[in-house]
């Protein structure tokens, strides 16, 4: 976690990130924030479960709800 905050910097300035949250978007997750990620790391309880794809962190996205 020591060099999360530069890392993540670095991967969302990339020219390609803004495909890349497209392609995850499209499947329904949303790019993990930072508290989300440290929380994980510390295995809080609140935490939500991360899932690693296209070099990032991302969570899924809650489903809408039925009415």
Sequence with gaps: MDRYDENHQRYTS??????????AKAKGFRKATASEVRASAQRASWAPDLFCAYGGLWVKEAEPHST
């Design 14 to 23: 990339d020219p390609r990130f803004p495909a890349v949250e497209a392609k």
